[in-house]
């Protein structure tokens, strides 16, 4: 076998391989499309349940998982980006940076139902929260920690070092070189980590659990220290641990669609900021 042939073979493998990926993607959007369209109208959206969780509508999820999402964001993304900084532009190889890197690494293996058994001993008993927004806030922030960290990292490392050379020479100090000329050079791809810190933020179920979600909760947050209702977890009462599930399946369709809406949405706009940044 010459080596065109073996090319051609490996890229038509390499093709085949990404359209089926990309096919399980559509169909699995397609089913839950198909499914749950029929369950999406304004009361749907813009009401609070009733009956049960069998009527009535999912506002008050939806609120919920805008308000953890925005506090997990709030906590892992100083904490974040301050870290990759310290970390690729103070102490790049020292002994420091490794163990923290290696810390890094397995934190991000540690189960999420972990994260939340560790919120719920810290921050709701401990320190006294209770089951609240700001706990499980600091809960998922925890978790998409080492994401955050390791995607601005590498953005980080993509900004060429003669732009920190030109800017030393024009006399500028480190500190305002980061901030002046690393930052906003890798902002656009620092982006990126922040989106998948929020995919993975608003899908989880465990952390939340054990923190902040309610079983049935029919009425919006007040205050950081308010347990509020949430998608995922709403999802998950709905589909296994309802009165009625055949009545139900609907909605769960319909909360199922809402919230891939919501991921995409975020995406959407955290894309469109990377791409407006990137061209400045």
């Known amino acids: 076998m ?19 990926v990309v096919g399980i993607l559509l169909w699995i959007l397609g089913f ?17 349940p009733k009956e049960g969780m069998t009527k009535g509508g999912i506002f008050p999820a939806i609120v919920g998982t805008c308000c953890l999402i925005a506090g997990s964001m709030l906590v892992a993304f100083p904490i974040g980006v301050m870290s990759a900084i310290y970390l690729n532009e103070y102490t790049v190889n ?11 690494n397995n934190l991000g293996g540690v189960p999420s ?10 921050f709701v ?15 998922l922030g925890l978790l998409v920690l080492p994401l955050v960290i390791r ?24 500190l305002q070189t980061i901030r002046r000329v690393v930052l906003p050079t890798a902002f656009p791809n620092i982006l990126t980590g922040l989106i998948l810190a929020v995919g993975r933020v608003s899908g989880e179920t465990a952390p939340i659990l054990f923190t902040v979600a309610a079983y049935f909760l029919p009425k919006l947050p007040t205050g950081i220290f308010d347990q509020v209702m949430a ?21 769960a369709y319909g909360t199922a669609l809402v919230l891939i809406t919501l991921v ?17």
């Open 231 to 251: 998608l995922p977890y709403h999802l998950y009462v709905i589909s296994t641990s309802g009165t009625n599930l055949e009545a139900t399946r609907p909605m």
């Open 32 to 48: 839950i499309i198909y499914n749950g369209i029929g369950a999406i109208s304004f009361e749907f959206l813009f009401s609070e």
């Open 151 to 174: 995607t601005t990292e590498e953005a980080l490392k993509m900004v060429p070092d003669s732009f920190r050379t030109g800017s030393y020479a024009l006399g500028a100090n480190k």
């Open 264 to 280: 995409l949405c975020i995406n959407l706009l955290a894309a469109f900021l990377r791409r407006k940044f990137g061209k400045m």
């Open 125 to 139: 008993n401990a320190m006294k929260w209770g089951d609240s927004i700001i706990a499980g806030s600091f809960t």
């Open 113 to 122: 139902v972990i994260f939340g058994l560790f919120g719920m001993a810290l």
């Open 94 to 104: 020292g002994k420091i940076a490794k163990f923290i890197r290696t810390m890094t």
């Open 2 to 20: 010459n080596k065109k042939l073996a090319q051609s073979i490996a890229f038509w493998i390499f093709r085949i391989l990404g359209i089926l």
